[in-house]
């Protein structure tokens, strides 16, 4: 889904080709799209009767996945979608005019598929500019209304961005953007978090988990750190492939007979700066010479994933995904609970492996066979 051209704000340039794009992609990569092709600039009674039928579309369905690409914002911790006619001059228009994520998850839960996939680039410049005796206007990057009694829409709009969502069992939510944080439209023809995950999702052999965390990576990338996707997920069983996993070449099994098999993961970060330094130790498991391991949870502060694909001479460059846990030991202090992305350099030889962190501070990581 794509909305663009908006009645009462400003066009948004990238949400129909986003839409367009994405629905090509996915296509091709043999799901079935409802409508037949992208639905673009919705109207509140479109937006209602698509995503009914999204609904029961899916019904049977192994996988579900709902994209939507335009303006979205967040009033008391709701996120709300919003349609091209969109016009809200209080609080109580919002379920009138616009559409709640809360809405859309509900239809996946009812539908009991095993895996469902939410994608929000939707984060981007709050739309409406000030809400002042029953006028909106305007666009701008930060609200500005008039505070007209309590509670009401004025202190509810008063940032920008979309709230963190606790994900469904079996669901993982892509934001485009950190929660209250806003995303960028791009100067091309595709926002930069479209134009990422249109990539990372036709690649082969990438997991769900590794699609978007390389999605991140390359956002993070093109906007010099300005715009760093965040996920949301729930413990989800079993791996999912976008376009398939790749078979193991015969350069593979020289690998599998070194380095298969579970192993024992340290990891030491020195203090930095004000952050203290800390220790940590998880398992991992390498299978037909890809490593993954993981400690906590995937939607919970101080989660950590480690993914990588070993060489013949036990070199990898590994992925890690986490959440920022305790500030106090999290350099640079970010809050709890927000996503983060970076590179460990690693070689394995025999029944030993060592790596360290590229970036941020130097990070060492021991890796004993067991």
């Known amino acids: 889904m794509g909305n663009a051209d908006y009645?009462?704000?400003?066009?948004?340039?990238?949400?129909?080709?986003?839409?367009?794009?994405?629905?090509?992609?996915?296509?091709?990569?043999?799901?079935?799209?409802?409508?037949?092709g992208p639905?673009?600039?919705?109207?509140?009674?479109?937006?209602?009767?698509?995503?009914?039928?999204?609904?029961?579309?899916?019904?049977?369905?192994?996988?579900?996945?709902?994209?939507?690409?335009?303006?979205?914002?967040?009033?008391?911790?709701?996120?709300?979608l919003v349609p091209v006619d969109a016009n809200p001059n209080r609080q109580r228009d919002l379920n009138f005019q616009m559409v709640s994520t809360a809405f859309v998850l509900r239809q996946m839960e009812l539908a009991e598929t095993h895996l469902n996939i939410l994608i929000l680039d939707a984060c981007r410049n709050n739309p409406f500019l000030s809400i002042s005796g029953g006028a909106t206007v305007g666009r701008a990057d930060r609200m500005r209304?008039?505070?007209?009694?309590?509670?009401?829409?004025?202190?509810?709009?008063?940032?920008?961005?979309?709230?963190?969502?606790?994900?469904?069992?079996?669901?993982?939510?892509?934001?485009?953007?950190?929660?209250?944080?806003?995303?960028?439209?791009?100067?091309?023809?595709?926002?930069?978090?479209?134009?990422?995950l249109v990539d990372a999702i036709q690649q082969p052999g990438l997991d769900v988990f590794r699609v978007f965390n390389r999605v991140g990576l390359a956002v993070k990338e093109t906007t010099s750190g300005m715009q760093q996707p965040w996920l949301a997920s729930s413990p989800i069983s079993g791996r999912f492939f976008f376009n398939g996993s790749v078979p193991a070449p015969a350069s593979v099994t020289s690998v599998t007979k070194a380095f298969g098999g579970s192993w024992s993961v340290f990891m030491e970060c020195p203090a930095s700066g004000a952050a203290r330094g800390f220790t940590r130790r998880f398992m991992a498991q390498i299978s037909n010479g890809v490593l993954h391991g993981s400690d906590g949870f995937p939607d919970q502060p101080s989660f950590l994933s480690i993914d990588g694909t070993l060489n013949t001479d036990g070199t990898t460059l590994i992925d890690v995904t986490g959440v920022t846990g305790d500030p106090a030991y999290t350099a640079g202090s970010p809050e709890q609970g927000m996503l983060y992305f970076s590179k460990v350099l690693a070689k394995f030889d025999g029944p030993q492996g060592s790596g360290k962190r590229l970036d941020v501070r130097p990070c060492t990581y021991t890796f004993t066979r067991l």
Do not use: C
């Not at 066009?11 to 409508?35: E, H, K, S, W, Y």
């Not at 579900?64 to 979205?72: D, I, K, V």
């Not at 993982?172 to 091309?188: E, H, K, S």
């Open 7 to 36: 009645q009462i704000v400003g066009r948004l340039p990238n949400p129909g080709n986003d839409a367009l794009l994405v629905a090509q992609t996915l296509a091709r990569l043999g799901f079935t799209i409802i409508g037949n």
């Open 39 to 80: 639905q673009l600039n919705m109207s509140k009674a479109h937006f209602d009767q698509a995503v009914q039928d999204f609904g029961k579309a899916i019904l049977g369905a192994d996988t579900a996945l709902f994209y939507y690409s335009g303006h979205g914002l967040q009033v008391d911790g709701t996120n709300w």
């Open 145 to 196: 209304v008039s505070r007209e009694g309590t509670g009401g829409l004025a202190r509810a709009l008063g940032v920008g961005g979309l709230a963190p969502m606790q994900a469904p069992e079996g669901t993982l939510i892509a934001y485009a953007t950190q929660p209250g944080n806003v995303a960028l439209d791009g100067d091309g023809a595709n926002s930069p978090y479209t134009a990422a």
